[in-house]
């Protein structure tokens, strides 16, 4: 519900009767970067919005005993498990957060849904299309059973990506021309960087195409309302061979190696796209972009207006009225921050901004108001399926080379 008042992170009166709100028991598979980000999502959400349901960190789950009963300590959850079928086993689980790599979230979700759990599944939501279409399948026909299902794709949870998205609806750009996107990072610039799991076909599926590609190819089609028609696309490993992770396998971590081992998956990505209505779309997804840290920016040109996002100003948007006068027009930005724009009536007052991770509370927030509807989420796995398909469209094309002509010599 929106209040009349901004209340400032809480600080307001609570709507309706706190105290007698039903909980929400989560349990999460995996307690890396994304298990963390996911944690101060859970912990945060029931604090700063109003939610029909009480979210309770219930179970947190890893197969080191160790490390799990650490990150259970260190993220606020209340018991820990060694066995992903044992969390979903418990009857006190409502809902299963799955952070582990791309390998195990079939598997998991589908047990999941299985046993009436609601689920929230990490981008991309598979490694194969047959995989998300299984997982689809499984979500559709659990909704009638009253259960939820989302994919994590948090981008859309910017403030300011979703007030992007609200602009494009109203039409403030008219009729889109060009969609133009990349997301560039660079932490793999370094060839002594060992081989973690990211860097391995069988775990992740993919590389910079299926943990970036994803991003972008999510938020585009979300910005633009619709999605791609078809793609053409080149991808490349840069740096064939690496240094063997001794042990850790975390995503960005360095760790000290033993020998070294293939990398089976793109370093890089470059594909164009046509969208149904005939809008062009760009896209670059690297983790050698020197110096870029975090850097997803898109930008969309319409016929009246153009609209510009980038992570690493989050708290902006830049915006060209294409209807003022040659004069006056120009680029502007606008500080969403204002309790108008999404997600930001619960937060700070204007100026005070938010930052990354406030992507996963506002993910979380989305998705207890959809399983307290009974509505299926938004982005729901038949949606991160389609995403699926466009990633495998983009592997298909860069293999078969075949709209790539070569410059003759
Ligand atoms: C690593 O490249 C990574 O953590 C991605 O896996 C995330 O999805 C992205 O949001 C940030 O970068």
Redesign the pocket.
């Known amino acids: 519900a929106e209040s009349e008042q901004p209340r400032w992170a809480g600080f307001g009166e609570p709507e309706g009767a706190v105290a007698e709100r039903p909980p929400l028991r989560i349990g999460m598979v995996g307690y890396a ?1 994304m298990g963390a980000a996911h944690s101060q999502g859970w912990r945060t959400v029931g604090r700063v919005f109003d939610l029909p349901l009480r979210p309770v960190l219930a179970a947190i789950c890893g197969r080191d005993a160790a490390a799990v009963h650490a990150a259970a300590d260190r993220h606020g959850w209340a018991t820990a498990e060694t066995d992903w079928r044992d969390l979903v086993a418990r009857d006190d689980i409502d809902l299963v957060d799955i952070c582990t790599p791309g390998d195990t979230h079939a598997e998991i979700a589908l047990a999941a849904l299985a046993a009436g759990k609601h689920v929230l599944c990490e ?1 991309p939501l598979a490694n194969t299309v047959e995989e998300a279409e299984a997982m689809a399948e499984a979500a559709a026909t659990a909704h009638e059973r009253g259960l939820s299902a989302m994919v994590g794709f ?1 981008y859309r949870r910017v403030p300011a990506a979703a007030f992007a998205r609200r602009m494009v609806a109203e039409g403030r750009l008219g009729t889109l021309r060009h969609v133009r996107v990349t997301y560039l ?1 660079d932490w793999l610039v370094d060839p002594s960087f060992p081989l973690t799991w990211r860097l391995r076909r069988e775990r992740a599926g993919s590389g910079s195409l299926g ?2 590609g994803a ?1 972008i190819i999510d938020l585009a089609q979300h910005l633009a309302g619709e999605p791609l028609a078809g793609v053409s696309a080149l991808t490349e490993t840069f740096v064939r061979e690496r240094p063997l992770a001794g042990g850790v396998t975390g ?2 971590s360095a760790v000290s190696a033993a020998g070294t081992g293939a990398v089976t998956v793109d370093d890089a990505a470059v594909f164009t796209g046509r969208f149904a209505s005939g809008a062009l779309a760009s896209f670059e997804a690297t ?1 050698y972009a020197t110096g870029r840290k ?1 850097a997803l920016r898109i930008e969309l040109n319409g016929e009246r207006g153009s609209l510009a996002f980038d992570l690493e100003r989050l708290n902006e948007l830049s915006y060209h009225d294409g209807t003022e006068p040659g004069t006056h027009a120009g680029f502007r930005r606008i500080l969403v921050t204002e309790p108008d724009h999404p997600y930001l009536d619960a937060w700070w007052p204007p100026g005070h901004g938010l930052g990354y991770e406030h992507t996963f509370v506002h993910q979380a927030r989305d998705l207890v108001h959809a399983i307290a509807a009974g509505r299926t989420p938004e982005p729901s796995f038949a949606d991160g399926l389609q995403v699926q398909r466009v990633l495998a469209a983009v592997e298909d094309s860069a293999r078969k080379n075949s709209l790539y002509t070569p410059i003759a010599v």
């Open positions: 970067f981008k948090n990072q943990d970036l991003h995503g960005l983790r975090n």
